[in-house]
């Protein structure tokens, strides 16, 4: 069973920044590619960026390039996200999730079997 569990969420204004953190409870975390969702009210749940096994391959949403950066280090069973120049439309619950053991990186909600809980993060204009 994989636990994961976000922190770093919080309330920033508008061009600030914030890193969330995805602490997994697994063994050999580096099996598992990656990924942050997030879901504004009213809106469905959607991908924010992924990242393969080992780190050395990552996918963004559009409206998030150049201003999002994934990173993980297996060492600490933990994935990063680093969220810079922060709108307000960047407002939502952000979620961590898994794959199933050796899949590779992807793209679909459906694609990701194990979810954390989600951290709030609200962007001031």
């Known amino acids: 069973q994989v636990q994961l569990v976000e922190s770093g969420g919080g309330l920033v204004q508008a061009g600030g920044s914030l890193r969330l953190s995805c602490a997994g409870s697994?063994?050999?975390?580096?099996?598992?590619?990656m990924g942050w969702f997030r879901q504004a009210p009213g809106k469905e749940r959607e991908l924010v960026a992924a990242?393969?096994?080992?780190?050395?391959?990552?996918d963004y949403a559009d409206s998030v390039k150049g201003r999002f950066t994934i990173s993980r280090d297996n060492a600490k069973n933990t994935v990063y996200l680093q969220m810079n120049s922060l709108k307000p439309e960047d407002t939502a619950v952000y979620y961590c999730?898994?794959?199933?053991?050796?899949?590779?990186?992807?793209?679909?909600?459906?694609?990701?079997?194990?979810w954390g809980q989600g951290t709030q993060v609200t962007v001031s204009s």
């Open positions: 999730a898994a794959r199933s053991p050796s899949r590779s990186i992807a793209q679909a909600m459906s694609d990701y079997e194990y």
């Open positions: 697994v063994h050999s975390f580096s099996r598992y590619a």
């Open positions: 990242i393969n096994r080992s780190g050395s391959g990552t």
